[in-house]
């Protein structure tokens, strides 16, 4: 049997399970911002019903505390002096839960997702949601995946101080006033502002003593991490173990199948209302134009800190915006694909194991970084780390028979060499590739 297809025994049959009882408000919120960011129709970047459903599994997961897994929402109390707004001016903040026993010097910090916004009127309809504004947010989260206190769920993260950073400026924490209120329109372009003020928060309650710490983020929220990963080290200790995992950050700048760079145009919209340049990495921007310094892959080989990247090869957010938005399909062939991959005929799986191809190329040079780690698995999916599911359970996608936690704590702890790339779709059985077509019922 080959590596990619062993896989721990099952304690539990595949049954009936909702993803949607385990999600906030805000995680189905972010629907609305893909559709938003690309006028198109519903893509969450969260975990949605699979082709393959399993049970939350309880009895595999013995003494769970469900009711302590929610943390409450703190507003950031330096906001206001600081100016730090989300789009509507509104006080952004996060949840935090402290961190006991051996991890009580520990810090992980998980930035949320969720699109971006490149015109007034995109902008303004987030001031409407979660995604522009902290009155629509939940005054709780659930904390799971990645930021999970159960040693089952999160083996080596468990007992850390955790921070879940919510999202409400529609630029990966980048933006900068310099374009505020056009039009007699009023949006707050405060995204860096926020970063700032949150990390000098999260410093005065006892980041700044920090022994070992991992910035990660999901989607948005892992593009802000790879922009603000080396900014983030020089907060803290010198001596401090410091890396930063990017959970489906990696977009690639692609043309799409009518031969449009769709995304480069649409990042350079949002990168020049917002005046996001200044945030970009400087050795990017003095040689290429800032929208390309938006692409991790024009970026990636600056960063100083050590990187792990969280990838799916098949990512169905990437699918739907970059490689066939709608724009370039303008008959539809392509709607049953881009919704459930199992429905994609052999001509549209070509040219989805070519865009697979492009993501290799692209990491090629990474992955001689010996500092670096991937994990680039073919599951139709997107955001991995933050669910219990993805992250580390027996439903967990597996490649050389580690699970995405395991291949993580490895690269975080140098217990060994974390370069695991799946083989091409469909031969991976541990997917569970997401049937976005239930969203359209």
Not at 26 to 49: K, M, Q, V
Not at 244 to 272: K, P, W
Not at 327 to 332: A, H, I, V, Y
């Amino acid at each position: 049997m080959r590596a990619n297809q062993q896989r721990l025994p099952r304690s539990v049959a595949d049954g009936a399970f909702s993803w949607r009882r385990q999600l906030s408000k805000r995680e189905w919120a972010i629907a609305g911002a893909a559709a938003t960011a690309f006028a198109a129709f519903l893509f969450i970047i969260s975990p949605i019903s699979v082709s393959r459903t399993y049970t939350d599994s309880p009895a595999y997961f013995h003494g769970e505390d469900k009711g302590s897994e929610w943390v409450p929402f703190t507003s950031s109390l330096k906001a206001q002096e600081k100016s730090a707004f989300c789009l509507d001016g509104s006080v952004p903040g996060y949840h935090f839960r402290r961190g006991f026993g051996s991890g009580i010097n520990s810090w992980l910090l998980h930035v949320e997702g969720g699109g971006w916004c490149n015109t007034i009127p995109l902008c303004s309809a987030r001031k409407r949601t979660a995604l522009g504004s902290s009155i629509y947010m939940d005054r709780q989260a659930q904390f799971l995946g990645i930021l999970s206190h159960n040693p089952l769920h999160n083996p080596d993260f468990f007992n850390w101080n955790k921070v879940k950073i919510r999202y409400c400026d529609g630029s990966s924490f980048s933006s900068h006033p310099d374009h505020e209120f056009r039009n007699e329109t009023q949006l707050f372009y405060r995204g860096q502002l926020i970063w700032e003020t949150i990390m000098d928060e999260l410093l005065a309650i006892g980041m700044s003593i920090a022994e070992m710490a991992l910035l990660t983020g999901c989607s948005a929220g892992g593009l802000a991490t790879l922009i603000h990963c080396d900014s983030f080290t020089d907060l803290l200790p010198k001596n401090a173990n410091v890396k930063c995992l990017a959970d489906a950050g990696f977009f690639l700048n692609e043309m799409d199948i009518a031969g449009n760079r769709t995304i480069e145009s649409f990042y350079q919209d949002v990168i020049h209302l917002q005046g996001i340049a200044k945030s970009l990495n400087h050795d990017c921007v003095a040689r290429s134009e800032p929208s390309k310094c938006f692409f991790p892959q024009e970026f990636i080989g600056n960063i100083k800190t050590p990187v792990f990247l969280v990838q799916p090869a098949y990512d169905f957010w990437q699918i739907a915006h970059i490689l066939v938005p709608q724009s370039s399909d303008p008959s539809g062939s392509w709607a049953s694909c881009k919704l459930n991959i199992l429905k994609c005929n052999s001509s549209q799986l070509e040219i989805l194991h070519s865009y697979r191809n492009a993501l290799l190329k692209i990491l090629n040079e990474f992955q001689k970084n010996p500092k670096g780690g991937v994990f680039v698995d073919s599951c139709f999916v997107h955001c991995q780390t933050w669910a219990t599911e993805t992250w580390h359970s027996p439903s967990s996608p597996r490649i050389n028979n580690k699970t995405i936690a395991e291949s993580v704590g490895d690269w975080y702890f140098n217990r060994r060499a974390a370069q695991h790339v799946d083989c091409p779709f469909p031969c991976n059985p541990t997917c569970s590739h997401r049937d976005l077509s239930l969203l359209m019922h």
